[in-house]
């Protein structure tokens, strides 16, 4: 994680968005976004993870999440751990990703030049948490995670996007459970 931005309040509810390193557009692949629904999945059944709204978009990946341990930013550590090695593997074994060699050599260029990463960085650094500490907050930052990719011009609606909590809002159910707010 950045060592500019941090959890302050680790008891708060939070805003995060990350990104793929340079922005790659690599939630394009069912099975790329697959994974990291499994793995929030995961986290909520098994490290307290309490998600409220979430999109994946193709290149970033936007939450609002409580942990019910306080420890907001072991919990994101995790997702994005699991996730940029379950990704890249998936990427290498990818035989019909076109995009395979490009999308590998820019995670190890990326990873070449971080202290931290061994051989391949897929999520860049940062997550800029925001604390939400008041219910207009709440339901701004709601509707920019649900309205995203209706503003990117993917869907006309935003319960159709297949890889977000709008759909649970609208009162249908998603693909992820999710925690009502």
Not at 58 to 70: D, I
Not at 81 to 108: C, D, G, P, Y
Not at 153 to 172: L, R
């Amino acid at each position: 994680m950045s060592r500019k931005y941090k959890f302050l309040n680790k008891e708060g509810l939070y805003f995060v968005s990350f990104a793929v390193v340079n922005w790659a557009d690599v939630f394009v692949r069912p099975r790329y976004c697959d994974i990291v629904v499994e793995s929030l999945a995961y986290c909520k059944a098994n490290l307290g993870l309490e998600l409220y709204c979430w999109c994946i978009m193709p290149s970033h990946v936007h939450l609002m999440f409580r942990a019910k341990e306080n420890n907001p930013d072991i919990v994101l550590g995790r997702i994005k751990e699991h996730t940029s090695k379950q990704i890249v593997k998936a990427i290498v074994e990818n035989i019909q990703e076109s995009r395979k060699e490009w999308l590998l050599w820019m995670f190890r260029r990326a990873g070449a030049k971080s202290s931290n990463t061994k051989q391949y960085q897929f999520w860049q650094h940062n997550n800029h948490p925001i604390e939400l500490w008041s219910a207009d907050v709440i339901e701004q930052k709601a509707e920019y995670i649900h309205n995203n990719p209706v503003e990117s011009g993917f869907v006309s609606e935003p319960w159709h996007w297949k890889y977000s909590s709008a759909i649970d809002y609208s009162g249908g159910k998603g693909i992820l459970e999710i925690d009502l707010l």
